[in-house]
């Protein structure tokens, strides 16, 4: 488990895919900035088997509430991130938090010198906690996916390693239990 201040990142088992089906399904969950795709728990199964280097995680409170999700996976020979909450959750600091934790813990444990994520160009809420984290926007995408009937820009941002420097959260000791 990755430990931050207010959040943990516990690592996703199969076991735990009926709960990412059940959120990935809620278009309350995904909100107005992703696609809405429906997904069978057969489908998610067969993502979670053929996933290559991607590992999600669980964010959870300290009470052990989870309260979204966030991912790595390669892309485009670096590594890209991607993470929801629950409303509830959402401006509260939880996801700033859970993306220095995972920033942290892919330039500790991963040998990559760039980490990017890609989101809608008019979501405020996740502009601000990359930039808080220290991503730098690069540019935008044109019409990179189609959802909800439309062809949907996305807007790219990055950090790497020299910009990063040092964890903000995980120890430089840390490892995973």
Same mark, same amino acid.
């Given at each position: 488990?990755?430990?931050?201040h207010?959040?943990?990142?516990?690592?996703?088992? !199969? /076991? $735990?895919?009926?709960?990412?089906?059940?959120?990935?399904? %809620?278009?309350?969950?995904? *909100?107005?900035?992703?696609? #809405?795709?429906?997904s069978s728990?057969?489908?998610?199964?067969?993502?979670?088997?053929? !996933? /290559? $280097?991607?590992?999600?995680?669980?964010?959870?409170?300290? %009470?052990?509430?989870?309260? *979204?999700?966030?991912?790595? #996976?390669?892309?485009?020979?670096?590594?890209?991130?991607?993470?929801?909450?629950?409303?509830?959750?959402?401006?509260?600091?939880?996801?700033?938090e859970?993306?220095q934790?995972?920033v942290?813990?892919?330039?500790?444990?991963?040998?990559?010198?760039?980490?990017?994520?890609?989101?809608?160009?008019?979501?405020?809420?996740?502009?601000?906690?990359?930039?808080?984290?220290?991503?730098?926007?690069?540019g935008?995408?044109?019409?990179?996916?189609?959802?909800?009937?439309?062809?949907?820009?996305?807007?790219?941002?990055?950090?790497?390693?020299?910009?990063?420097?040092?964890?903000?959260?995980l120890?430089?000791?840390?490892?995973?239990?």
């Amino acid at each position: 488990m990755l430990k931050g201040h207010k959040v943990d990142l516990e690592i996703a088992e !199969k /076991g $735990d895919l009926a709960t990412l089906k059940e959120w990935m399904n %809620d278009v309350e969950f995904m *909100g107005d900035f992703e696609s #809405f795709d429906q997904s069978s728990l057969g489908d998610m199964e067969k993502q979670y088997e053929q !996933k /290559g $280097d991607a590992q999600w995680f669980f964010v959870q409170k300290k %009470d052990g509430t989870r309260i *979204g999700y966030i991912a790595h #996976f390669k892309s485009k020979g670096c590594i890209a991130i991607g993470y929801l909450f629950v409303k509830d959750a959402r401006g509260k600091g939880y996801g700033t938090e859970a993306v220095q934790v995972m920033v942290d813990y892919l330039f500790l444990h991963k040998d990559t010198v760039r980490i990017q994520a890609e989101i809608h160009p008019d979501n405020v809420a996740s502009r601000r906690v990359l930039e808080k984290v220290g991503f730098q926007f690069e540019g935008r995408i044109r019409k990179s996916f189609f959802s909800r009937g439309v062809y949907r820009d996305t807007a790219l941002y990055s950090i790497l390693r020299e910009e990063w420097k040092a964890p903000k959260v995980l120890p430089l000791g840390h490892v995973g239990s």
